[in-house]
């Protein structure tokens, strides 16, 4: 009877499991936390760290759950957390493996982070709070301190033989994707040896390890790391043994080709729109029509990029704040993020306005060292974001599945509208930053009546369409604009609209307030700007019609637990 036990147990975590589809992270909103370098179980704002070195700071899964209350207060509903197995133990001259991506041992757990019970501990705080748990994974690799020539294979665990790896070879030409795929990443220092993804039993000892980590800790979701390293057709069958919604690295810009990626694991990081996203908001010079050209060539080139994650930061880039310190800017940033096409992703740090490059990475400054702080001016423009975009979820029929349609366009500012006609947000973001004075914009093609009530929700200040059709959008400071149709907002919380609040006056201050920059001088005098026209992007028809996909779940129990 004793040997059924563990059975039982298990089988009780795989029934609480959430397992959730594509259709349920769509409206879902994520943080991302590098566990390291996000909270400690002492508590510590003043623990030192060896971020140069590249050391571990030791930040734990406990860590993380007595700071969910933080992540909450943006009113995030899913976090992305490190991977959580065993890594190799040593300190080498690259720095020790805090961020998870040099695994020895798949079916052990990193115990710097914690213990199993502390992991599930963390999945269970999640879902009591009804957030999601996504976890990185690594499947092109393993890690190993010494020079390639002299792997030993036999303390990798389950790949404890050379015949699973691919022979030693140096990445040396990153367009040639039979490199990318099978030779290996790091160095001499700490070489990565490459997985046989292609081989049959790599494939199935891999499947079989995510099924027991998925049954194991409730896990929600997979980000997987170096996607674009391993062969797309990999894929399809190991996201399927998962049962889970999965999202996948591709650090390209080229939409084409990354989109490859993206149909065999359901989703990818939107890399081909970071790029030009930073370049068009880190400067008043930013290209705002590259970014809008790669919003419309990405639709030509992929099948669904309102399923990809959207993100501006992540522990692999430069902080925005190392491009321009200007809070309008920043702003604007990530009101796209949020706003934008796709599952918006915030790394932990944004939201106090870090900064830190990745040569060494200081991008990667444990959180602490801001105190976390609630009344920082990015958190709170955050919270109301995120929960606007939470609550337009619920609303605006079909919202996530729509693409955004840009329907004005000049030099420094643009409008997107996205959603359902009727149930349309317009959101209207530039580049001029926080020294500009104020100036009007007349928008059009938003596809709202004539005398609909709208009310932005950054400032909770309500305006009208008038008779004309045009949407005047008053802009000043550098500020973004989210607009909603105020009958819509009743009941939400937002701008006062409670059950008994009325639409009418100015709420900013009654629901997570961000407190808005004065200009310390005019930059231009107030005027209305002109649109550039539509001959800067490839027109398009109605928003993408969406194939839902739907993972079955696999769930695994091994006769040996």
Not at 92 to 115: K, P, R, V
Not at 426 to 438: A, H, P
Request: hydrophobic fraction near 35%; include cysteine.
């Amino acid at each position: 009877m004793k040997v059924l036990w563990p059975l039982i147990i298990l089988s009780f975590r795989i029934g609480t499991a959430y397992a959730a589809t594509l259709e349920e992270w769509r409206g879902r909103t994520i943080y991302q936390v590098l566990t390291d370098r996000f909270a400690r179980s002492d508590g510590s704002s003043t623990a030192a760290c060896g971020v140069v070195d590249g050391l571990y700071c030791h930040g734990t899964w406990k860590g993380i759950i007595d700071k969910l209350d933080y992540i909450q207060g943006m009113n995030f509903d899913a976090i992305w957390i490190s991977p959580v197995v065993a890594q190799l133990p040593q300190r080498t001259g690259d720095g020790e493996a805090y961020t998870g991506y040099w695994a020895q041992n798949l079916y052990s757990l990193n115990a710097n982070f914690g213990s199993a019970e502390d992991l599930r501990a963390l999945s269970d705080a999640l879902h009591d709070r009804g957030m999601y748990l996504m976890l990185d994974i690594v499947v092109n690799h393993m890690g190993y301190a010494g020079v390639p020539s002299s792997v030993d294979y036999t303390i990798l665990d389950p790949f404890n033989d050379e015949r699973y790896f691919h022979p030693y070879c140096a990445i040396n030409d990153n367009t040639n994707q039979t490199e990318v795929e099978v030779c290996w990443l790091g160095d001499t220092i700490v070489p990565l040896p490459d997985l046989r993804t292609e081989d049959e039993d790599v494939q199935d000892m891999l499947q079989r390890w995510i099924s027991s980590m998925v049954s194991n800790y409730s896990i929600d979701g997979l980000r997987i790391d170096t996607a674009i390293n391993v062969q797309p057709g990999f894929f399809p069958d190991f996201v399927n043994a998962s049962g889970l919604f999965a999202m996948g690295e591709t650090m390209m810009g080229d939409n084409l080709f990354v989109c490859r990626w993206a149909r065999t694991i359901g989703s990818i990081l939107n890399y081909p729109i970071y790029y030009p996203l930073i370049r068009a908001f880190s400067s008043a010079q930013g290209s705002i029509n590259d970014l809008v050209k790669t919003i419309y060539t990405m639709r030509q080139n992929c099948d669904d990029p309102t399923t990809f994650g959207l993100f501006s930061e992540n522990h692999d880039v430069e902080r925005f704040a190392q491009y321009t310190n200007d809070t309008a800017q920043a702003k604007n940033l990530i009101a796209f993020t949020i706003m934008g096409d796709g599952i918006p992703i915030i790394y932990q740090g944004q939201e106090q306005h870090m900064a830190g490059g990745i040569s060494p990475y200081i991008n990667r400054t444990p959180l602490w060292a801001t105190g976390y702080d609630t009344e920082a001016f990015l958190y709170k423009h955050i919270a109301k974001l995120v929960a606007a975009r939470q609550h337009i979820v619920k609303t605006s029929e079909g919202y996530t599945r729509f693409a955004t349609e840009v329907v004005y366009q000049d030099y420094h500012s643009f409008a997107m509208r996205k959603g359902k006609t009727g149930q349309q947000v317009i959101t209207v973001l530039n580049n001029n930053g926080e020294d500009t004075s104020e100036f009007k914009l007349d928008i059009r093609g938003h596809d709202l009546e004539s005398g609909t009530h709208v009310t932005e929700l950054l400032s909770c200040t309500n305006t009208s369409v008038e008779a004309s059709g045009i949407l005047s959008v008053q802009m000043g400071s550098g500020q973004p604009k989210v607009y909603y149709p105020t009958h819509l907002l009743v009941d939400s919380g937002l701008c006062g609209m409670g059950k008994t609040a009325t639409s009418n006056g100015d709420h900013s201050d009654d629901v997570m307030t961000t407190s808005t920059p004065t200009a310390s001088k005019p930059a231009e005098p107030g005027h209305t700007r002109t649109a550039l026209g539509v001959a800067s992007h490839p027109t398009s028809g109605d928003a993408i019609t969406t194939i839902l996909a739907c993972f079955a779940i696999l769930m695994l129990v091994s006769s040996m637990c």
